[in-house]
């Protein structure tokens, strides 16, 4: 079970990083991200380490920064609060650009900072060489549960059915003056995406009937591959 055709996050290449087999990939990325995790918080030198590694692999992939860095963009998150945790953590004060900010909050901020980093630019480096189906394959022959599989392999199937869907709910959207970016259009916004949750959950279930009235008892016909 797998994506028909390439994911938009796969590099296509032909590197030494893309001829791995995905499940000694995965198993890679979580043991780094272990060792990542366990490093103590003001262990700079050993990120530097960390980080070093995962540039070298980065290199070895042939996978260019430009392509992965604009989808780091899923990192804003953690990087908001990491920002906010020196002024909102308790404990001795000290002074960043004549700035009085909490001692604790800024070595756990730098920390988040720096390990989400390295998370992040890990993940997109296996999604990058990994083919979606491959990635499933993997993960069916590490004895992830079926069940997990499945849902995955039809998570990244669908997932560009409800982007292009999402998509022309915006067009239309927009074609009737609305603005999505203003506040004053959010609450036409929040219906159209519950719209969008609604229609997707009817999918859900059509795509499951459709399944069952074939035969489907939990688990999907293996014939040498995750379908």
């Known amino acids: 079970m797998g994506a028909g055709h390439g994911h938009r996050l796969h590099f296509h290449g032909h590197s030494p990083v ?13 043991g780094f991200m272990l060792v990542v ?3 103590p918080r003001q262990a700079y030198p050993v990120f530097a380490l960390w980080a ?23 990192e804003v998150p953690f990087v908001v609060f990491a920002v906010l945790m020196p002024f909102i953590a308790h404990g ?4 960043v650009l004549g700035v009085s900010v909490s001692e604790p909050g800024l070595v756990a901020g730098v920390a988040l900072l720096i390990k989400g980093t390295i998370g992040v630019l890990a993940s ?10 491959d990635l499933l ?19 990244i199937r669908y997932l560009d059915v409800v982007t292009a869907e999402l998509g022309r709910m915006m067009t239309a959207l ?12 959010w609450p036409v916004l929040a219906r159209s995406l519950g719209a969008l949750f609604i229609r997707s959950y009817e999918r859900g279930e059509r795509v499951h009937l459709a399944m069952l009235s074939r035969g489907y008892d939990g688990r999907l016909p293996q ?3 995750v379908r």
């Open 52 to 74: 070093a590694v995962l540039l070298g692999v980065v290199v070895l992939s042939r996978v260019p920064l430009r392509y992965l860095l604009p989808r780091m963009v899923v």
């Open 174 to 185: 927009r074609s009737r003056g609305c603005d999505p970016r203003s506040p004053r259009h």
């Open 124 to 133: 997109l480096t296996l999604a990058a060489t990994t083919e979606p189906q």
């Open 37 to 39: 995790v366990a490093t």
């Open 92 to 95: 001795p004060q000290t002074e």
């Open 18 to 30: 893309h001829r791995a087999p995905a499940h000694l990939k995965v198993l890679a990325l979580l």
């Open 137 to 155: 394959r993997g993960l069916h022959r590490l004895r992830t549960p079926d069940l997990v599989v499945q849902i995955m392999g039809f998570m």
């Open 223 to 225: 014939s040498g591959d």
